[in-house]
């Protein structure tokens, strides 16, 4: 068996200490005599399992107690349209801040529930940067202010959270969950799909503070209300359980690291050293987001020379080095550097990038 270095953006690397326990217990799991996507979501075992796992998310984040945590099916997609739809009546605005793709995303999944307006747009500028505070048209009464910490495509992230008063914040951390610490107080939403940083895909983390919910006045789908799900702890109806329990084996994970703190360390050093070697590389390479939201996570950049990228993908993967191709929207590349990602791991691409100019000088 030869495991590589995973450089993917989503579905992305995953603890080798977890995939080996997954393995582990893949035929027979606590006891049951069965593997945990066998057994039923009301069984003891799961039961004990999904509490776990939300208690270790608890304490990790510091969730305070009058936020629900769900643990639901489908992507952040989904939860970009669940959450308009929860959030306010129809009548009501929302307003979105585009700093990259997957805001655009949620907008345009939003647009069809409720009325939506645009804070501000860096789009003109095709993402790079993240449009001056000062800039922004806040709504006089939105029914909330949506955002994403980290574009997983741009690159951009998030060093702070945007202060916009009173309106509760509903942020898509999809791709910087848990890479850092953040304050979950002051947010009124925070979604994500686990894929990048907490497990397998099929699954989305919700916490969102109780009192936003069921407030809504709208007919819906009971399975469509969150509400329903906080009162039944994520089992309204069948929850993604593999996935689930992979997500909690990832948070003990997490935990035997030194938590979100340690994350943030570890972060901060694999992101300088790619950087570093970007910026040094006297423009063989290049990232062009603003040095001050370059985002941690996700570090798209280009070859000077683009004729090059099919051998540099190729001579990559033969390396060891697997994912690296950019996202279709940008072209070029894109190293995700997730938690799970090892610091050598960075070492190791920044070594074959140095490698590679010179070869290809
Ligand atoms: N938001 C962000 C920040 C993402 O990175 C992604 C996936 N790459 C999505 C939303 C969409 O997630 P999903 O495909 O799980 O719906």
């Known amino acids: 068996m030869s495991r590589a270095f995973n ?3 989503g579905p992305a690397a995953l603890p080798e200490s977890v995939l080996q326990q997954v393995q582990a217990e893949m035929l ?5 005599r069965a593997s945990v996507m066998e057994v ?7 039961i004990d399992c999904a509490a776990e796992t939300e208690r270790d998310l608890r304490e990790l984040m510091g969730i305070p107690d009058d936020y629900a945590v769900l643990f639901e099916q489908g ?4 939860l970009a349209a669940l959450l308009p739809l929860n959030l306010a009546g129809p009548d009501a605005t929302a307003d979105y801040l585009l700093t990259g793709h997957w805001g655009e995303k949620a907008l345009e999944n939003a647009r069809p529930s409720i009325g939506t307006h645009v804070v501000a747009s860096s789009k003109d500028s095709g993402y790079k940067s993240i449009a001056e505070r000062a800039s922004w048209q806040l709504s006089e009464d939105a ?3 949506h955002y994403t ?3 997983t495509i741009h690159g951009v992230e998030f060093h702070d959270i945007p202060d916009v008063g009173n309106t509760p914040l509903v942020a898509d951390f999809s791709s910087s969950l848990l890479s850092r ?16 940083n907490l497990g397998p895909a099929g699954i989305v983390i919700v916490i969102v503070r109780r009192d936003l919910l069921g407030k809504h006045g709208r007919k819906l789908p009971p399975i469509f209300e969150l509400e329903n799900q906080a009162k039944n702890d994520s089992m309204f109806n069948t929850p993604p359980t593999f996935s689930w329990y992979v997500v909690g084996l990832v948070l003990k994970w997490l935990k035997a690291q030194g938590g979100a703190a ?11 050293i790619l950087y570093g070697a970007i910026d040094g590389s006297g423009g063989y390479y290049r990232n062009e987001v603003a040095t001050a939201c370059r985002s941690r996570m996700n570090v798209p950049f280009f070859l000077a020379n683009p004729e090059l990228d099919k051998a540099f993908l190729k001579q990559a993967e033969a390396a060891g080095l697997l994912g690296l191709k950019g996202h279709r929207a940008l072209g070029g590349m894109r190293a995700s550097i997730y938690n799970a990602m090892p610091v050598e791991g960075v070492q190791a691409l920044v070594g074959f990038m140095a490698d590679f100019a010179q070869r290809n000088g």
Do not use: L
Not at 40 to 46: A, K
Not at 181 to 196: M, N
């Open 7 to 9: 450089f993917s953006a």
């Open 28 to 32: 027979e799991w606590r006891g049951e």
């Open 40 to 46: 039923s979501h009301r069984g003891q075992s799961f």
């Open 75 to 78: 992507g952040a997609t989904t």
């Open 143 to 145: 029914a909330y202010f």
């Open 149 to 151: 910490p980290n574009e």
């Open 181 to 196: 610490p953040i304050d979950v107080s002051r947010f009124g939403v925070i979604y994500g799909g686990a894929q990048k």
């Open 262 to 272: 340690a994350m943030e360390v570890q972060n901060r050093r694999k992101a300088e």
